[in-house]
């Protein structure tokens, strides 16, 4: 892995960094195909959207130089991962801030990642774990992910590849992706993320691309489903297989929605 701080090959940062102690901050996971950034225009509005929400001032030229560079980084055909972090600069202790600059990491990883028509299909389950909800934070991608964290523990326990965060009986997201459903009238349904949840990039493309229903769902929902599949940035869509021991096997509507992004 190589690190980028404010555009400059750095890895280390201050014991007082307000990403470490507070989790103020956000940050953004982008796929890198063929040395190049799909949905960077997506990315670029969230990152702005959340800046605001945060008080956080972005400084674009410097992170689109420094992405620029990062890209050289990798090599010419393939999928990899690059992480953006946006940390409120050190300013002492406690939690109050004066200033809205904030420190910008750019980690650039070599793993080769695997899209998610390229791996076996989910297996999935209902987490115990409790999701976070807060109303102000919703669809924020910010430091504070000790849910998915302690979940972690949860799927490994189980075997499973993802597993649901359910509050007051309806489905908030999975623990890494958003999650999609096909009904029996084939509508395209995703949760909507009012209280909890991430507002993935690779979510908002099929809301712009397809006739998508966001609307609070229930565990009944996904078990009445035709077909369910995961989304995020990384691994773009990958299709579940089984939900709690029931098998789902229709792909029509997943292969038509697979074949606009691969």
């Known amino acids: 892995m190589k690190t980028f701080i404010n555009g400059k090959p750095e890895s280390t940062v201050p ?9 103020d901050g956000f940050f953004e996971t982008l796929l890198v195909k063929d040395q190049t950034l799909p949905f960077l225009s ?8 959340t800046a605001i929400i945060l008080d956080l001032e972005i400084n674009e030229p410097e992170l689109n130089e420094t992405l620029e560079k990062a890209l050289t980084l990798y090599p010419d055909e393939g999928n990899f991962c690059l992480k953006i972090q946006f940390i409120r600069e ?10 809205r600059t904030c420190d910008q990491i750019v980690s650039v990883f070599s793993e080769y990642i695997n899209r998610g028509w390229q791996r076996p299909p989910a297996c999935a389950g209902f987490l115990k774990t409790h999701i976070t ?9 910010h430091l504070n992910r000790l849910d998915s964290v302690i979940a972690s523990k949860e799927l490994n326990e189980n075997g499973w590849d993802e597993g649901f965060f359910i509050h007051n009986d309806y489905v908030i997201s999975g623990s890494k992706h958003n999650v999609f459903l096909v009904d029996s009238n084939n509508c395209l ?6 209280i909890a949840g991430i507002a993935g990039v690779m979510r908002q493309y099929l ?18 489903a035709t077909s369910i599949f995961l989304t995020n940035a990384l691994v773009g869509i990958w299709r579940v297989a089984s939900l709690d ?11 038509q929605i697979i074949s606009s992004i691969r």
């Open 15 to 23: 014991v007082l960094n307000r990403g470490l102690n507070y989790g």
């Open 42 to 49: 997506y990315h670029l509005q969230r990152i702005r959207r």
């Open 90 to 99: 050190t300013s002492g202790r406690g939690y109050g801030y004066q200033s």
């Open 133 to 141: 909800v807060n109303q102000d934070l919703a669809g924020l991608k």
């Open 189 to 194: 349904i995703t949760p909507s993320i009012t």
């Open 207 to 224: 809301i712009d691309q397809f006739d998508v229903v966001e609307k609070p769902i229930t565990a009944q929902d996904l078990y009445q």
């Open 245 to 255: 021991g029931q098998q789902y096997s229709d792909e029509t509507k997943l292969n």
